[in-house]
């Protein structure tokens, strides 16, 4: 299993969501530089909330947290941070969303969001 690293994060998710390359060219042009808290701050986690919401893009869904459990199980500190404070902190800000957002977690996924909610006092 090979390590997901922070410097990587970004190109792998664009390998596996290519929708998301033209988000990538304009924060790009806009911030000069990869800026990954920030780049998925404003593609997965605008999108993620909607798609649990509509819950009709079932196969996008299992494919964005399939990736999630690999960032939590073979990222780096860095990729696993990314996840924890970006996106799962994100998610525990709506229950009824982080419900439906359960279903489709891996294990390691899971252990990560119970940590930041216990964190929060939201658990």
Do not use: C
Request: aromatic content about 10%; cysteine-free.
């Amino acid at each position: 299993m090979a390590l997901l690293k922070y410097d990587s994060v970004v190109s792998e998710f664009l390998n596996v969501f290519p929708e998301y390359k033209s988000a990538y060219n304009e924060h790009i042009e806009y911030n000069n530089e990869l800026l990954p808290h920030v780049f998925f701050g404003e593609t997965i986690n605008e999108d993620l909330p909607v798609l649990l919401e509509k819950h009709s893009d079932k196969e996008k869904l299992k494919n964005v947290f399939k990736f999630m459990e690999r960032m939590a199980t073979e990222g780096d500190i860095h990729v696993q941070e990314l996840l924890s404070t970006t996106i799962l902190e994100r998610l525990g800000d709506n229950p009824k969303l982080l419900e439906v957002a359960t279903v489709y977690m891996g294990d390691k996924t899971k252990i990560t969001l119970d940590e930041i909610e216990t964190f929060w006092g939201r658990q």
